[in-house]
């Protein structure tokens, strides 16, 4: 079992951490290029996770050139992507239902930080089921610097009013992990769709299956 010191507050990452929707996008982005007729891999899609959009453009115009029509592509996935989201194609990931209800028994309080847009977030949490569970969101839009810099960690730690150093950061990817390692916080990997880099195990993070072992550690 992983030691994890019982924190004053807990930071979830949103897709693939709380919603099974890495998995979602990734197929819409794919169906999106395709109407579009332009190019799209599904390794340039998996090295999107976890960034923003704003980063996540700049890998894409990297990839498959500057005149690529980021802009094109970003505005039929997101049609794509908004259906998806009515029709309740995004489920919760396993777990997320019995560790939110420890952390209320325990009394610990919970944020979201997620590289996406308020509106997207709010809606997709709303639509699970699960926004009431949290206190705070802190948003991709909120932030100058996205994952992996520190930023929407420390913004998620000030609306809790809580330091740093006291909250816990559940996350599925390299990206995430890398931002609450530099906000100084405790955190634990639940990979998705990506495995834990070289850099990430060498720091010692504590890399579980699923979020069953985080309720576990917690007592």
Request: proline letters at 5%; a negative charge.
């Given at each position: 079992?992983?030691?994890?010191?019982?924190?004053?507050?807990?930071?979830?990452?949103?897709?693939?951490?709380?919603?099974?929707?890495?998995?979602?996008?990734?197929?819409?982005?794919?169906?999106?290029?395709?109407?579009?007729?332009?190019?799209?891999?599904?390794?340039?899609?998996?090295?999107?996770?976890?960034?923003?959009?704003?980063?996540?453009?700049?890998?894409?115009?990297?990839?498959?050139?500057?005149?690529?029509?980021?802009?094109?592509?970003?505005?039929?996935?997101?049609?794509?992507?908004?259906?998806?989201?009515?029709?309740?194609?995004?489920?919760?990931?396993?777990?997320?239902?019995?560790?939110?209800?420890?952390?209320?028994?325990?009394?610990?309080?919970?944020?979201?930080?997620?590289?996406t847009?308020r509106?997207?977030?709010?809606?997709?949490?709303?639509?699970?089921?699960?926004?009431?569970?949290?206190?705070a969101?802190?948003?991709?839009?909120?932030?100058?610097?996205?994952?992996?810099?520190?930023?929407?960690?420390?913004?998620?730690a000030?609306?809790?009013?809580?330091?740093?150093?006291?909250?816990?950061?559940?996350?599925?990817?390299?990206?995430?992990?890398?931002?609450?390692?530099?906000?100084?916080?405790?955190?634990?990997?639940?990979?998705?769709?990506?495995?834990?880099?070289?850099?990430?195990?060498?720091?010692?993070?504590?890399?579980?299956?699923s979020?069953?072992?985080?309720?576990?550690?917690?007592?």
């Amino acid at each position: 079992m992983i030691r994890i010191a019982r924190p004053r507050a807990v930071i979830f990452d949103m897709d693939g951490l709380l919603l099974d929707s890495e998995r979602v996008s990734l197929e819409l982005f794919a169906q999106a290029a395709t109407s579009l007729q332009i190019p799209w891999t599904h390794e340039v899609g998996l090295s999107m996770v976890g960034l923003n959009s704003r980063d996540s453009n700049q890998l894409l115009t990297a990839a498959f050139g500057a005149d690529y029509p980021v802009e094109s592509l970003r505005e039929r996935f997101g049609e794509l992507y908004e259906a998806a989201i009515v029709a309740g194609l995004i489920p919760l990931k396993p777990h997320v239902t019995s560790l939110l209800d420890q952390l209320e028994r325990l009394g610990i309080p919970r944020a979201v930080a997620t590289s996406t847009r308020r509106t997207r977030a709010e809606a997709k949490l709303l639509r699970a089921g699960i926004r009431e569970r949290f206190m705070a969101l802190a948003c991709g839009d909120e932030v100058v610097r996205g994952k992996p810099h520190p930023d929407i960690f420390e913004l998620a730690a000030r609306h809790l009013g809580v330091e740093g150093r006291d909250c816990l950061v559940l996350e599925d990817s390299n990206a995430g992990v890398r931002g609450a390692v530099a906000a100084s916080m405790q955190v634990v990997m639940v990979p998705d769709l990506l495995k834990p880099d070289p850099d990430i195990r060498r720091l010692g993070v504590p890399v579980v299956e699923s979020l069953r072992e985080v309720i576990a550690a917690l007592g």
